[in-house]
Structure formats: C-alpha cells, structure tokens
C-alpha cells in the first residue's frame, strides 16, 4: 500500500515511523497514518491507520480505524473501519472488523466477528440507554 518513494499511502501521508530494531511498550496512542517496522508490545489506540510493516512484531491489544500489516500480530485487532492482512503476514488473536481483507500466503489463528455499521450502531444506543 506504500507508494514507492512518495512517503505517502492510499490513507494518507504517515505521521510517525517506528523503524527496524525499535522497542515500544506501553500504549501507543496516535492521530494520523503510522508506520510500524520494529517492536510494540501493549496497547494500540487510534480512529485512524496502522500500517505494520515485514518486521513488525505487535503484541497486545490493538483497536485502531484501519490496519494494513504484513508483520506478526499476538493479540485482539478491533478495527472500525477495515482490516487488511498481507503476505508473509500472521495474526494470532481474534478480529472484529466490518471489513476483512486476507491475501494468500497470510496465517490467522483465531476468530473473526464481521460487525458493520447497522450493528455497531445497535451497540451504541443500547449502551446509552444502560445508563
């Protein structure tokens, strides 16, 4: 999805970059387009995109708009938008996403609830009326 040489992607332009070699933990918290290539290990928190490179390693919650990884995931992916998984990628966890994309090649280890917006919608005012 990264456009050679332009720094940019079918997202937007990315806001941060962790590289190759880098060690996040905690919780990872961001407005914009990120790129991950090193490691993160705790939470991931955003309305926008993740984007997880070959080398990426996430391991924790991650509830984000859209993610596109190719890299290794070990944990729960809660996106609002769209989840796309490429080659060599993996994902051990479950996804909730209304939108669900898996190239050939991809390993996915746990189960899927494909919640659109109808739905979440539903969630929300039941929720509120709770209160």
Known sequence: MLKKGSGTTE??????????GT????????????RVDGKVEGEVVSKDTLIAGDGAFLQGE???????????IVGNINSSQKVH????????????TPKLIIEEGV?????CEMAGEKKAV?????????R
């Open 85 to 96: 998984l490429l080659a060599p990628g993996s994902v051990h966890g479950n996804i909730k």
């Open 23 to 34: 060690e996040f933990k905690g919780v990872l918290s961001f407005e914009g387009t990120i």
């Open 62 to 72: 991650i509830t984000v708009g859209t993610i596109i990884s190719s890299g290794k």
């Open 11 to 20: 997202q937007g332009e990315i806001t941060a970059f962790l590289g190759k």
């Open 122 to 130: 539903e969630q929300k005012v039941v929720s509120m009326t709770d």
């Open 107 to 111: 390993t996915f280890d746990g189960k």
